[in-house]
């Protein structure tokens, strides 16, 4: 990419950070890069296409999940997570320390609401962090240490917390937004409800799925019954 291409994209990433995207004119990112606008244009053509481009050079350093889970048969999940999300939040914060790009990120989070070509490929950014975060459990219900449960779900459960917290302290900066990983990884595999309660709702479970299949023996059997008494009124 030439000298003059990364100017105009690093001044973009900036006015579109400070200015939002409406805010931003092609006039203000030519004046920051130090560029005429028929420059811009030329290499860009229009404001969103500047937008996309921008996002696409620095999606792999808007909040990235770095670190792998490491999938095994003995593992502890409550601990591995806690490691995870950890590792996950040192990240952000340390991305946050970056006020261009965590600006930029926020701005976005709301262009994407109305721009379905930006929220595909902002979605793309953390594709691959759910899809790995599935994996792992899927793997883990498998091995019998979590309950059967819609991995892809609770992926995207897991990310969009990490998310959640970035989005508010981006908000809330002048707030004691506190929060401990330890907490959210606690409510997240343990739920809220007290052990007995939560023994109780699985007991009532299991007893409502052998109803269940105890019906559809004796509705199997009653067409067995059904088609034996047509035979011998045949005969």
Do not use: W
């Not at 004119?25 to 811009?40: D, M």
């Not at 806690?82 to 990240?91: L, M, T, V």
Request: hydrophobic share 35%; glycine share 4%.
């Amino acid at each position: 990419m030439r000298i003059t291409d990364q100017n105009i994209l690093d001044a973009a990433l900036k006015v579109f950070s400070t200015e939002g995207y409406a805010g931003a004119t092609t006039r203000k990112i030519a004046q920051e890069a130090n560029v005429t606008e028929v420059t811009l244009f030329r290499k860009f053509q229009s404001k969103e296409n500047l937008l996309k481009e921008v996002l696409n050079k620095n999606r792999n350093s808007i909040l990235p999940i770095k670190r792998s889970l490491k999938i095994n048969k003995d593992a502890d999940i409550e601990r591995d997570l806690c490691f995870f999300g950890n590792e996950i939040s040192k990240n952000m914060e340390e991305e946050q320390k970056d006020s261009t790009k965590h600006m930029f990120m926020l701005m976005l989070f709301e262009e994407g609401r109305r721009r379905p070509e930006l929220a595909n490929i902002l979605t793309s950014v953390f594709q691959n962090d759910i899809e790995q975060i599935s994996e792992y459990f899927e793997q883990q219900i498998k091995y019998g240490n979590a309950r059967s449960i819609n991995a892809r779900s609770a992926a995207l459960t897991f990310v969009s917390y990490f998310g959640c917290v970035a989005f508010l302290k981006g908000i809330f900066v002048d707030s004691d937004f506190d929060y401990k990983v330890e907490d959210f990884i606690d409510i997240f595999t343990k739920g809220i409800l007290k052990v007995e309660e939560t023994k109780e709702v699985l007991g009532k479970a299991e007893k409502l799925q052998k109803l269940k299949e105890d019906i559809a023996r004796k509705k199997e059997d009653l067409n067995h019954l059904s088609e034996r008494i047509q035979e011998l009124e045949k005969d």
